[in-house]
């Protein structure tokens, strides 16, 4: 929450800044406009002072953006977090609930660390990508199981079909998708994803919840 507080100042510092600048910019000049095309000095001042004030801003904007993008949420950071707005997104766009998109992060937290990763492990060599999808011909292509959005666009598929999910706990509707050796493999992730999600989306954990 240090990081969130961090950025709040920083943009109100932005707001108060951009007021006074413009504040300035609107004091009107007491000297009378010249008939040439030559600015006066006010003009000039006036126009260096937008000029400054449009730089600032950009300036500050872009520190904010990096600031934010590099403040970690339950120890995820970066791309990391990139990869769950991914998932977040095509869960959405499917249509399907907040607390199956939070599964989905889960998920990919519990293959991956929410990493898209070129390579498998002992049990699944040919497992690729943030879902550790195979290559069975079920999950799609390379490209496919390689790609943040695609990959998690064939979890959600598969997560759609389970029947009664709402009423299982989020590590067996994974487990469903999954067919991971251990059910409750995935548990220890949820509060985790929980709290990424309701970063990404500003929802309430009992909103993702569906209390």
Do not use: C
């Amino acid at each position: 929450m240090d990081g969130i507080a961090s950025i709040e100042s920083r943009i109100g510092m932005i707001q108060t800044t951009l007021a006074t600048l413009r504040s300035q910019q609107a004091v009107p000049s007491a000297a009378p406009a010249r008939a040439s095309g030559t600015p006066t000095a006010t003009s000039t001042t006036t126009a260096t002072s937008s000029t400054s004030a449009s730089q600032f801003a950009s300036a500050l904007a872009t520190e904010v953006s990096h600031t934010t993008s590099a403040t970690p949420v339950a120890g995820y950071s970066g791309a990391q977090l990139d990869n769950a707005r991914a998932i977040v997104a095509a869960g959405e766009r499917m249509g399907l609930s907040l607390r199956d998109q939070t599964i989905g992060v889960m998920t990919a937290m519990g293959e991956s660390s929410l990493k898209v990763l070129d390579y498998g492990d002992t049990a699944g060599p040919d497992s690729r990508g943030l879902f550790q999808q195979r290559d069975n011909g079920a999950w799609g292509t390379l490209a496919q199981r390689m790609d943040p959005t695609a990959s998690a666009t064939g979890f959600f598929t598969a997560l759609a079909r389970v029947g009664g999910r709402d009423a299982m706990a989020p590590t067996q509707v994974a487990h469903a998708v999954q067919r991971n050796a251990d059910p409750q493999h995935y548990a220890k992730y949820w509060d985790k994803a929980v709290a990424v999600v309701s970063s990404i989306t500003g929802a309430t954990a009992a909103q993702i919840n569906g209390r």
